[in-house]
């Protein structure tokens, strides 16, 4: 298991963390940590598209305490699916890691 990805996306920003490449399946564990002085609502989702889909979340504004940290493990990604992160605030940070296989 590696680190696969880790970003830190504007305030209300819907961003790609992490694609699966071509010809790849991955299974992948998220952390979102919140690094700020304020609570923040933080959401996930997995889908295919440039943006995530309306049925795709898998989080939809859990809230993050200043210091608290949310973790989704064993998300099982086919290869070119995405892997979709907002937070409320600009003090949210997402990390991946993960396992990636021949399909």
Do not use: H
């Amino acid at each position: 298991m590696s680190l696969l990805a880790t970003l830190k996306p504007a305030a209300g920003t819907a961003a790609v963390l992490y694609t699966v490449p071509t010809g790849r399946s991955a299974t992948v564990n998220l952390s979102a940590c919140n690094t700020g002085q304020a609570d923040a609502r933080v959401r996930v989702a997995v889908g295919t598209g440039d943006a995530p889909p309306e049925s795709g979340w898998i989080e939809f504004d859990a809230t993050l305490a200043p210091s608290d940290v949310l973790e989704r493990t064993a998300i099982a990604l086919a290869a070119g699916e995405r892997l979709f992160v907002q937070a409320s605030t600009a003090d949210v940070c997402f990390n991946a890691w993960g396992i990636e296989e021949v399909a």
